[in-house]
């Protein structure tokens, strides 16, 4: 049986590669090794699950309880299949996507084992065997790739380079996750490739100038949508105080946490709170560390900035000053003028 897969999984990659030459497309060279190598290079289940086409115990995998930010590449092959934004859970047991990478790294086959009809899923670099991909899945696309731990490598996402001087207007949108009030991951440059985004930093829900500004924020919420825009608040909060403070003054734009800073830092807005200040914000009763869930004791300058859908930054203010806040209107009036609606 073995062999008839394997055969089969030959001729696959030539049909591929000649399908390609045909097109006078340039392919990347497929990934073939023996089973020797590729027994040498794994442990015995990833053999097992993606040159077996086996699967994993459910519950039992390194991934499916897995949150952190990244990408999951082909454990046989290195080649980058899904991004942790794009993971959910699906309560299966194994690690669920509802998209790859790209649409050209998995490739889909029929199969008829077991008893059941199911879109096997396999590595179109190496044809790894990753999982199966069912017609169940969450928006966008409804679909949910099943796929084994054992098939996949994590690479958690490396911290974009922190910058000296905020964002300014021409500069380009870093590439950054954040996390949602329901703790989902947050992809802002995605997020600005589908509408112009209107980005407010604060430093959290303790503080009572975000408070207020967050609250007059949602005069405008409504024409920012009309004119197409979305609004959203970014502050060190983790998810949860998140939730809070959007009940608390009835907000219904999204608000993202930031508790890692590394978007304060690539935006150039983030620093660090100095003992005295720490001390007196003890007496207040604050609890940065509580607020953010991290120890890093940063905080970011209160900032605006309206981001048009190439992802460059069209107009920026932030003040050191906590107490000044740009008002809404001058927020509203930056997005018309973006929008050349005056
Ligand atoms: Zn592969």
Not at 59 to 88: I, M, P, R
Not at 110 to 131: P, Q
Not at 143 to 168: D, G, T, V
Request: net charge negative; with cysteine.
């Amino acid at each position: 049986m073995m062999r008839g897969t394997k055969t089969l999984m030959l001729l696959a990659a030539l049909a591929t590669a000649a399908c390609a030459k045909e097109k006078g497309d340039t392919v990347e060279p497929k990934v073939m090794k023996t089973d020797a190598e590729w027994k040498a290079q794994l442990t015995p289940e990833q053999y097992r699950v993606t040159r077996q086409k086996g699967t994993e115990r459910p519950y039992a995998g390194a991934y499916w309880n897995h949150k952190e930010l990244g990408t999951y590449s082909c454990v046989c092959c290195g080649q980058a299949l899904f991004l942790s934004d794009t993971k959910f859970d699906s309560g299966c047991g194994w690690p669920s996507y509802f998209r790859p990478i790209a649409e050209d790294v998995v490739v889909e086959h029929r199969d008829t084992s077991h008893g059941m009809v199911r879109t096997e899923v396999v590595c179109s670099k190496c044809e790894a065997h990753l999982g199966h991909v069912f017609p169940d899945g969450p928006p966008p696309t409804g679909l949910r790739y099943c796929i084994n731990s054992a098939s996949l490598a994590f690479h958690p996402l490396a911290a974009p380079p922190p910058r000296e001087r905020p964002l300014a207007v021409g500069d380009a949108v870093p590439a950054v996750f954040l996390e949602t009030a329901g703790g989902e991951t947050f992809d802002l440059q995605e997020a600005s490739r589908r509408q112009p985004l209107v980005l407010i930093f604060y430093r959290g829900g303790w503080c009572p100038y975000c408070n207020a500004h967050l609250s007059r924020l949602r005069e405008i919420e409504e024409p920012l949508r009309n004119l197409g825009f979305r609004l959203l608040a970014i502050s060190p909060d983790r998810p949860d105080k998140l939730k809070e403070t959007a009940e608390k003054h009835h907000l219904a734009y999204t608000l993202l946490s930031d508790s890692s800073m590394h978007a304060a830092r690539a935006f150039g807005l983030a620093f660090a709170v100095d003992e005295d200040t720490l001390a007196k914000y003890g007496e207040y009763g604050i609890d940065l560390e509580a607020a953010s869930g991290e120890q890093h004791h940063m905080l970011p300058v209160p900032a605006v900035f309206v981001v048009g859908t190439d992802g460059i930054v069209r107009f920026a203010h932030a003040d050191p000053d906590y107490k000044v806040r740009l008002d809404p209107d001058q927020i509203l009036a930056a997005a018309r003028g973006l929008a050349g609606r005056p």
